[in-house]
């Protein structure tokens, strides 16, 4: 029973070089997410879909590109990375139309912009 | 400044105390979600209030949500060790998509 896995779990780049966070979840839900998390912040949300084919921004979208690839995958594509990119990334996925219903997240990816 | 205010932002207790968590609102929220984060880990699930008034327990952990769904408070009762790591409350204002979260509350207990 895997919930909620994203890949890789650290990565470091040089500035100005492109790369994709990969999350795939197995509980057919509908909304997917992601967020950074950074000390003193909590988490900020980046992008979310609240279904397939739709994407919408969050609170912290610039520098960000995202792809819902079908039911299961949402993934995360940093174009040009930068230094204030350094930072912890969770995927999550939820039903949270339906009450009662809780987000479940990844174990998350360490990226560090160099 | 936060959506939504944890206190304390840390906290330090002496093995087998009790302790308490805070989560406020200015606003009414529609679902408070408490998470449990250890040190470079992902996030779990600990409990989930909508009703105001209500409370749930999980084993030692006990949280409330206020009658006006604008506060919720974390209890520990009788700390350990495994009580150590990140707390970090989330909400929903209405059934949309979107969550608003805390900062987080780092929690040390000391044996």
């Known amino acids: 029973n895997a919930g909620v896995t994203q890949t890789p779990k650290f990565q470091v780049l040089k500035t100005g070089q492109s790369m994709t966070l990969q999350c795939a979840q197995d509980?057919?839900?509908?909304?997917m997410y992601w967020y950074r998390q950074d000390p003193g912040m909590g988490l900020r949300l980046i992008y979310y879909?609240?279904?397939?084919?739709?994407?919408d921004k969050g609170e912290v979208p610039n520098g960000y590109n995202v792809s819902r690839l079908n039911k299961r995958e949402f993934s995360l594509r940093l174009e040009s990375a930068a230094p204030s990119q350094t930072s912890v990334y969770f995927c999550?996925?939820?039903?949270?139309?339906?009450?009662?219903?809780?987000?479940?997240f990844g174990e998350g990816s360490w990226l560090t912009v160099v | 400044s936060q959506e939504l205010e944890q206190s304390p932002q840390s906290l330090i207790v002496q093995e087998g105390k009790n302790l308490t968590i805070n989560c406020t609102s200015s606003?009414?929220?529609?679902?408070l979600y408490w998470y449990k984060q250890k040190y470079g880990e992902g996030l779990i699930f600990l409990m989930m209030?909508?009703?105001g008034g209500e409370e749930k327990s999980h084993e030692k952990i006990t949280a409330k949500l206020d009658e006006k769904k604008q506060q919720s408070s974390l209890h520990i009762t009788a700390s350990q060790p495994s009580h150590a790591g990140i707390y970090l409350c989330?909400?929903?204002?209405?059934?949309?998509?979107?969550?608003?979260w805390g900062a987080g509350t780092k929690l040390i207990i000391k044996p």
């Open positions: 999550a996925s939820s039903d949270l139309g339906q009450i009662g219903n809780t987000i479940y």
């Open positions: 509980m057919n839900h509908n909304s």
């Open positions: 879909s609240a279904s397939e084919g739709t994407t």
């Open positions: 606003k009414t929220l529609y679902g």
């Open positions: 209030l909508q009703k």
């Open positions: 989330g909400a929903t204002r209405d059934s949309n998509y979107q969550l608003i």
